[in-house]
């Protein structure tokens, strides 16, 4: 691409994202949009096709994005929309039972190895929101635990940082969240068993859950240590506190089963997302027969929605988890991410960059460090972001689209061929480059 054309393009881009922060709260509706950690102008996305996105100025990326997660089949997959087309003809919305919904349910329910009931929501902040309420209710507790670096939706519960100490209360990470509602959130360091089993042995007995990604995906890809998980679930179990694995990205993503199939251990409920509704919006929770009927209307505890099990969505989940279901999907899609990553850690030494990378299934995390495993919050917070910023944006410049931030995952799916991981390879060993004369 010619400097003209480039600059032309960045232009147009920027006039259209000067519209939209007319009109939109800093021009985009979620916030890493904005490519406010990485400088420059985001990209408006009008169409995609398998493993490639295009934009508005019609310039095409390889996708490491994936609408954050679901596009596990590439996007714009032709079985699943034509069961969009086939489904929107007959309506969009009921607000009713339907057909759909119960396919979907039994789907998850063979699937999922915790999952015996679940209920269909419209996102992954209502799933959490929603199975913490349901956790709380069937205890009669009000104490929750969650983990640095683990997002789980915007809900007030959730968006709650450490104390002082590593035993402290939460306190708001938000304005908006009062400081009386989030003193019920703790906070614990991530892959920290000693911090783990001091705080159950203090306070283990007042917590009505603890809600965790099996693998970080917040703050890039952090997997757990061996043991951690089942240390975990241990914990749970002795002290009658329910276990919540938020799946939302790893669900079906790292494997069929999620993240608890992987490393073989079974939470009290689940959450999942994106993959479920194959890009379209939805969210759901289930788990323990138990636990789930104490949900209206069999139980006491209210959770509502009226495009919950919404057709549309249903229908792209349900093409979705049957192809995903095929015969050596998800060794082939981790054999593809670990050629990426091999290719990348290779062109990363030629070029004197330490790098750090883990992969799970068509999930990734590309760490700027020097260190040979990334196992929590801190270090990943001391990874180099200056040198993901001149990544990022030379990946961009030769046609590779990244997450816009050095703490989000990256996900590949099937439709990404041998060439477009060589063409990715290729274009990570300029960027290297870039980095070291920088």
């Known amino acids: 691409m010619s400097s003209t054309t480039s600059s032309t393009k960045q232009n147009a881009a920027q ?56 596009m596990l089949l590439g996007h714009a997959h032709p079985d699943v929309i034509a069961s969009v087309r086939a489904v929107a003809e007959n309506g969009l ?49 009000d104490d929750i635990l969650k983990f640095e670096g683990c997002y789980h939706g915007h809900s007030d519960s959730l968006l709650v940082k450490a104390g002082s100490g590593a035993l402290t209360l939460g306190v708001p990470s938000s304005p908006g969240i009062p400081a009386d509602f989030a003193k019920h959130t703790l906070t614990l360091a ?67 089963g999620g993240a608890q199939e992987l490393y073989g251990v079974t939470p009290d409920i689940t959450t999942l997302g994106k993959v479920i509704g194959g890009g379209m919006p939805v969210g759901a929770f289930g788990g323990r027969r138990d636990i789930m009927e104490q949900i209206a209307p069999t139980g006491p505890i209210y959770q509502a929605g009226t495009l919950s099990g919404n057709p549309i969505a249903m229908s792209a989940g349900i093409k979705t988890l049957q192809l995903l279901s095929a015969d050596n999907f998800h060794s082939d899609l981790h054999a593809t991410t670990g050629r990426l990553l091999d290719g990348m850690k290779s062109e990363a030494s030629k070029h004197g960059v330490p790098i750090c990378t883990a992969h799970a299934g068509g999930m990734f995390g590309l760490f700027f460090s020097e260190a040979e495993k990334i196992t929590g919050f801190d270090a990943v917070m001391q990874c180099n972001t200056e040198h993901f910023k001149i990544f990022f944006h030379s990946m961009l410049d030769a046609g590779v689209y990244l997450a816009p931030s050095a703490y989000e995952a990256g996900f590949t799916s099937a439709a990404h061929t041998n060439k477009d991981i060589d063409d990715t390879i290729k274009a990570a060993g300029n960027a290297f480059a870039a980095i070291k004369g920088a």
């Open 190 to 256: 991530f892959n920290d068993e000693e911090a783990l089993r001091a705080l159950f042995e203090k306070q283990g007995d007042s917590l009505a859950c603890v809600i965790i990604e099996p693998i970080a995906g917040n703050m890039n890809f952090v997997e757990p240590l061996p043991g951690y998980l089942a240390t975990l679930r241990e914990l749970c179990t002795k002290h009658g506190t329910v276990l919540i694995f938020d799946e939302v990205m790893t669900g079906f993503r790292v494997a069929r």
């Open 15 to 70: 006039q259209l994202f000067d519209r939209a922060r007319k009109v939109i709260p800093g021009g985009v509706n979620s916030p890493v949009r904005a490519f406010g950690s990485v400088g420059g102008t985001p990209r408006f996305i009008a169409s995609a096709s398998g493993a490639y996105i295009t934009d508005t100025e019609n310039q095409q990326y390889i996708d490491y994005v994936g609408s954050w997660g679901p």
């Open 93 to 141: 919305s009921f607000g009713a039972p339907t057909e759909l919904e119960v396919q979907m349910a039994e789907l998850i329910c063979e699937i999922v190895p915790s999952i015996e009931s679940v209920r269909m929501c419209s996102s992954g902040t209502e799933a959490t929101m929603s199975a913490i309420r349901l956790a709380r209710g069937f205890t009669g507790r």
